[in-house]
């Protein structure tokens, strides 16, 4: 009905929910906390650490370019702080969240917008997961083995465990947690491990440099480590471990193990032989793999390979399963995924490794990336429609 | 029954030969082209064999010599016809596709079939003066020596490119780079020269005895090939078997005996070679050159007509007899499209021929010169013929790029930018169309002129990597043709394109800006232009960088778990689409105008330019599989330069804003 | 009605402080698992598990890194006389223990593998046996030596030689190689003897002192 003249028409309500969104966007932390400067600052920030991260990534590796890089704070010569990646994702995170609660406009102008920015939150969360929670081991079978536990590249363990049978039990520390002082409880063998010194990555001496003295014990008369800088592929690092071993009952000794070791130590704990190593670490699987074949093809009178593939059976509480895997083909199953990483072939037969994967973050990129893709889509065409409409009538 | 009769002649022939001790007292074994130690392999080009070769008659048509660019080959993985192989091998020897004006295919008939007289050629390449030195030769000025020049030094360089054999690749210095490289190139010319070594005459055939010719029938002489004895192969196994048991053998019994021991260690000394020509019957992929093929009795059964064809080439070369030659190489050609029907058909050799004839892509860099010059000459002159000109140069070139892009599609049977050569001209195509278009709504110029000078630039990268030898090379393993690799690198690459274009753009809008600080009105309208077309390129830049950024991790994640790697290829395209967003942004907020997205827009084809080929220069990660030595210093200067441009337009604003008011106040 | 902004900063700040004091003083929690042996397979395969094997490591000799994948361990062995004077050795020999499943071929074609290796010709494996020491594990599996610094190699440029023990441990065969300088191999004899004599594999292994 429209008004009649001389009256003004009645103004439109605008929701309260609406107006309290406005005003907590007016107030000056909110508007402090949205300013534009953080944008771009950060923005800027993320290009400067892509960028420089990049080249140090080709002379010191990608371990130790994502150590420095993707911290929380990066302390330029020692003594300048400068903000690292996860700072700074954090900082525009939380910020596009705030936009998006307060200050985005809820016009069906802006709704590619609204998706674009939407995707984006989403695929910085997924990247968040990813890095917490997802695994990458690899799993090398000969032809006719079948394994049943993955190793990690460049994670490693301490290990204490007894074996029956063909079984291994096993109690396993994180070499995250192998921090000088910290306490390692192996209470179902009496004993604890307290760390004395660990290194990443170190260099051992036999007895021979200490001559014929042993101060630890170790079961490959190793007698001293030196650290070393870490090694540009972070598989090649090979880490060292001193520790006090108490077990009840018995004096207190100090134990070495190294990396690069083939073998454990073995000891007498609590009335058990039991095993102690720092090895990389084994993730055990629920069902086991076995590499029935492994074929290679060349492309025709050359050495480049054209394609890699594996047959293998999947052998899950009895059931198994023969299936094919190759190069862009992977494995699904249990939310593990097996990839064709790699081969080697020698006298004795032939070799196959797979890339293993288990993230539960997986799928959060697609629906992301397609978020942001149609937004921007969206976004884009409301706008070059206007361009095309404005040129066409000059 | 001919075959075989040349079975059993053989077999006679080397029953012969191994009983050779027998017959002790006549003359020696022939004195084999002598091998310098260096292996079985390595026989030394003979210089002179008996019978020299009028085959130069041929050497300055190609359209003689069609047959044999036609004919199909297996090379570096993939089937191609003779002609691109030519080329390849000479640009890798030379690191050019022709010699002095002789086209790649004349040289390479020459070094098949009449290697004698290519000797003195001078097509290897020796870029550092310290190599030939060490060989013991005299560096020359224009770095391209013969092989009779390196001839002398040749166990020198095998020795120094077996002691830089044991160094680890990385660590190799550049003399012993290029120690390996001379000694790979001179082998393989060697090895090619002994393609044919059946059908070309030998002297250890030579035949002196007018009585010996007269029983075996043989034409003029005095040396002959080893196929054309075996042609005759029955008549002296009646021979040889005719020789009484205790009498002595006459002069001309004599002369067919060591005529028959020659061919024996022959036959047995011709090892392969790397033009493999003749498919395994029944077998994929398995190709054998012919002297592979002439000694084993088995393949020779079953290929004897090829091999016949091939012979018949070689001898009508020689002779200068073009008409036969044609006809030899169609009848081998069809035979063996019958032998390996599924191979051949999976080629397109007569589009590719064409392709390399036509040498798209270096004519369309030509004509994007051209009308690089003719847009400049625009700018001054404001004609409408210099403008239509500039469209049309434009236009063709961009036509010719399209049909070496498609052509290598089709070639290759697979999607565009597989290899880093292969971005420049899809970039080149996309960017000049897309500012085409453009050109079409805004009709200024301005876009018509960034076409060009993208096609130039971009054009004239590629031919550098094109030198690098055959474009159309296969891929390894993990590059295999999968939708999502596919998908992203395409997107990408037109991701590059758009913010090329932008930067294009905005150079011509920045000098134009800064050639006149002070605007009037039709200059504002028409800036006002510019600058939507720098906004929208750059935009869809963005959009097209960020889908291909993101395929490329889906692809990562299909093919080794993870989305993102922090590769430096994926890192570049992180780059770029942070650059676009952060300028995009910073327009809405005002922070930066015209002007300043103008100067961001060059600054972006920078970035691009550095996660282009940067990354491959780290030669670190999943991406470092495209790599040209110097590129890294062309680079650097790339980016100097733009910096200088930007500093050298803000110069120029500045002065020109200083001479106009001086010129203002003047007048006021 | 500005509260809520300074309520959810508290807030947040509560929850992280507590996160962070987790972070720091929690104590070390392990994981526990189960793992399949895979015993008798030659590849080392970074850490497949395997049953444990010990030995006692003689005087002056080094474990080599990981590397060689068909061995399960590697040493450097140096010279006993150069050991005793306290100086290093530029060339020990390598020692390497290899298992390979069943009978690996049988005694006499890894003798004559062996041969091939330092290049002698003719057919020795026979002599060889026939003039090899028993020996015998810790953990009681017994086998031979096998010494062939007594046979000269046809390639006059070899001086390489080996002596190596060959035992069959339940359903596979442990094989010990030491390979270097003829000479230096008889010097090391005895010692590789008292190592093979130390070495402990499977279930029946002792613990290293």
């Keep these: 009905m429209s008004p009649a003249p001389g009256e003004t028409p009645p103004p439109k309500t605008t929701p309260k929910w609406k107006q309290t969104r406005a005003r907590i966007a007016r107030h000056r932390f909110v508007k402090a906390a949205l300013h534009p400067a953080i944008t771009l600052t950060g923005l800027f920030m993320l290009l400067l650490l892509v960028f420089f991260g990049t080249l140090y990534q080709a002379d010191h590796g990608l371990y130790e370019a994502q150590r420095i890089f993707f911290g929380y704070i990066i302390w330029v010569k020692g003594v300048i702080p400068f903000p690292g990646s996860s700072t700074v994702l954090w900082v525009l995170t939380l910020q596009l969240v705030l936009f998006m609660l307060v200050q985005l406009p809820l016009v069906w102008k802006k709704f590619g917008l609204w998706v674009v920015h939407g995707g984006l939150v989403l695929l910085l969360v997924g990247g968040f997961i990813t890095q917490m929670m997802a695994v990458e081991s690899q799993l090398t079978l000969a032809e006719g083995q079948t394994g049943q536990t993955t190793t990690s590249y460049d994670k490693w363990e301490l290990v204490a465990f007894t074996t029956q049978g063909d079984t291994n039990t096993v109690t396993a520390y994180a070499d995250d947690d192998l921090k000088p002082g910290a306490v390692l409880h192996l209470n179902e063998y009496k004993s604890r491990l307290t760390v004395k010194t660990y290194y990443g990555n170190a260099a051992a001496f036999t007895s021979m440099a200490t001559g014929g ?31 006090t071993l108490h077990t009840e009952g018995q004096e207190d000794r100090d134990i070495l193990l190294y990396g690069l070791e083939r073998n454990p130590l073995a000891l007498t704990l609590g009335g058990e032989r039991v095993f102690l190593q720092l090895r990389r670490r084994n993730y055990p699987l629920d069902f086991s793999i076995t590499l029935r074949d492994f074929i290679r093809t060349l492309h025709p009178g050359t050495e480049t390979p054209k394609s890699f593939e594996s047959d293998v059976t999947l052998n899950h509480h009895g059931a198994s399963r023969d299936l094919k895997i190759w190069m862009n083909n992977p494995l699904r199953h249990e939310g593990y995924t097996f990839f064709q990483a790699s081969f080697s072939m020698d006298q004795t037969g032939e070799f196959s490794t797979f890339a293993v994967v288990t993230n539960p973050g997986r799928l959060l990129p697609y629906i992301s990336s397609l978020m942001v893709f149609g937004g921007m889509l969206l976004h884009f065409m409301i706008h070059f429609l206007g361009y095309v409409r404005r040129t066409a009538r000059t | 029954m001919k075959t075989l009769l040349h079975l059993f002649a053989l077999t006679v022939l080397f029953s012969f030969g191994l009983s050779a001790p027998a017959y002790a007292g006549l003359d020696d074994e022939p004195a084999e082209a002598e091998s310098l130690g260096l292996g079985g392999e390595f026989t030394l080009l ?74 003195d050629l001078p097509i290897f390449r020796i870029d550092n003066p310290e190599v030939a030195e060490a060989i013991g030769m005299k560096p020359v000025k224009n770095r391209l020596y013969t092989y009779r020049q390196i001839e002398p030094g040749l166990e020198r360089l095998q020795r120094l490119a077996g002691v830089a054999d044991t160094v680890k690749e990385e660590q190799r210095s550049i003399v012993e780079k290029e120690l390996l490289r001379t000694f790979g190139n001179v082998a393989n010319f060697l090895n090619l020269t002994r393609s044919t070594q059946f059908a070309i005459p030998s002297i250890n055939l030579v035949v002196l005895l007018p009585e010996t010719r007269a029983a075996l029938d043989l034409p003029k002489g005095p040396t002959y090939s080893f196929w054309e004895m075996m042609e005759r192969a029955p008549r002296i196994a009646v021979i040889l078997d005719g020789l009484a048991q205790n009498a002595p053998p006459t002069p001309m019994e004599n002369e067919i005996i060591r005529i028959s021991r020659s061919m024996f260690v022959q036959s047995q000394s011709g090892s392969t070679s790397f033009l493999l020509v003749l498919p395994e019957p029944g077998r994929e992929g398995a190709w054998r050159s012919p002297a592979e093929v002439v000694a084993q009795a088995e393949m020779l059964q079953k290929l004897n007509g090829e091999i016949s064809s091939l012979a018949k080439m070689a001898a009508s070369y020689r002779e200068g007899d073009a008409a036969a030659f044609d006809a030899a190489a169609t009848a081998f050609n069809g035979a063996i499209a019958g032998l390996a029907a599924a191979e051949i058909g999976r080629t397109n050799i007569g589009l590719e021929v064409f392709k390399n004839r036509l040498d798209p892509l270096f004519k369309a ?117 999968n939708f999502w690799l596919s998908t992203h690198v395409i997107t990408i690459t037109v991701g590059y394109a758009a913010c090329a274009l932008s930067g294009a753009i905005a150079h011509i809008r920045l000098a134009r800006a800064a050639w006149n600080p002070v605007q009037t009105p039709e200059l504002k309208t028409s800036l006002r232009e510019i600058d939507r077309m720098i906004y929208g390129t750059l935009a869809f830049g963005l959009l097209f960088s960020f889908i291909g950024t993101v395929l490329g991790g889906i692809w990562a994640d299909q093919s080794w778990g993870r989305f993102w790697g922090w590769d430096p290829k994926e890192n570049g395209a992180l780059l770029i689409v942070l650059w676009c967003a952060i300028i995009l942004h910073a327009k809405h907020w005002g922070v930066i105008r015209e002007t300043g997205i103008a100067a961001c827009a060059v600054i972006g084809a920078i970035i691009v330019s550095l996660a282009w080929q940067g990354v491959n220069l780290l030669n670190v990660g999943l991406h470092s599989y495209g790599f040209t030595s110097g590129a890294a210093l062309k680079l650097f200067a790339y980016v100097g330069a733009e910096v200088l441009f930007l500093l050298a337009m803000w110069g120029l604003t500045a002065l020109r804003k200083r001479k106009l008011s001086g010129k203002l106040t003047a007048n006021s | 009605m500005i509260k809520p902004i300074s309520t959810v900063f508290s807030l947040c700040a509560l929850v992280s402080l507590p996160a962070i004091m987790t972070a720091c003083n929690a104590e070390p929690e392990p994981r526990r698992y189960r793992e399949i042996v895979t015993l008798g397979e030659n590849s080392n395969l970074q850490g497949n598990p395997r049953a444990a094997m010990t030995w006692s490591l003689p005087q002056g000799w080094t474990v080599q890194p990981e590397g060689d994948p068909m061995r399960l361990t590697g040493f450097w062995a140096p010279d006993p006389e150069l050991v005793a004077k306290g100086e290093a050795d530029p060339k020990p020999a390598d020692v390497s223990i290899v298992q390979l499943e069943g009978d690996a071929g049988g005694l006499e074609a890894n003798v004559t593998r062996w041969l091939g290796q330092i290049k002698v010709q003719g057919s020795f494996a026979q002599q060889a046996i026939a003039e090899a020491v028993p020996v015998t594990f810790a953990s009681g599996q017994k086998g031979i030596v096998v010494d062939f610094t007594g046979f000269l190699s046809g390639d006059l440029t070899q001086t390489e030689s080996i002596v190596g023990a060959i035992v069959t441990v339940g359903e596979t065969t442990v094989f010990v190689k030491a390979m270097g300088g003829r000479e230096r191999l008889q010097r090391l004899k005895p010692q590789l003897i008292r190592f093979c004599e130390s070495l402990s594999v499977g279930a029946d292994a002792k613990e290293t002192p």
């Design chain 1, 213 to 243: 003295v042993m101060p630890y014990l170790n079961a490959s008369r190793i007698a001293s480590m030196e650290p070393r800088k870490p090694e540009k592929e972070s598989p090649a690092n090979a880490p060292g471990v001193i520790a």
């Design chain 2, 46 to 119: 003979p210089v002179d064999v008996g019978r020299p070769a009028k085959g130069l008659a041929l050497e300055g048509s190609d359209k003689a010599l069609d047959g044999f660019a036609k004919m199909a080959v297996l090379h570096d993985g993939r089937v191609k016809p003779v002609e691109t192989m030519a080329r390849h091998v000479l640009v890798q020897w030379s690191g050019r596709d022709n010699l002095k004006g002789r086209s790649a295919l004349s040289v390479f008939a020459a070094i098949v079939f009449a290697p004698e007289t290519t000797g």
């Design chain 2, 365 to 481: 860099t030509v004509l994007f010169w051209i009308s690089l010059f003719v847009g400049f000459l625009y700018f001054l002159f404001r004609r409408r013929w210099v403008y239509l000109s500039t469209w049309i140069l434009s236009g063709a070139g961009l036509a010719l790029l399209t049909l070496d892009i498609v052509a290598r599609i089709i070639i290759m049977r697979r999607p565009p930018v597989t290899s880093l050569f292969e971005t420049f001209p899809f970039v080149a195509a996309v960017s000049i169309a897309v500012a085409l278009f453009l050109e079409r709504r805004s009709r200024q110029g301005v876009a018509l002129l960034s076409a060009t000078m993208l096609g130039t630039l971009l054009l004239t990268i590629a031919s550098r990597y094109a030198a690098d030898g055959d474009t159309k090379q296969m891929l390894v393993a993990v590059l295999n043709s």
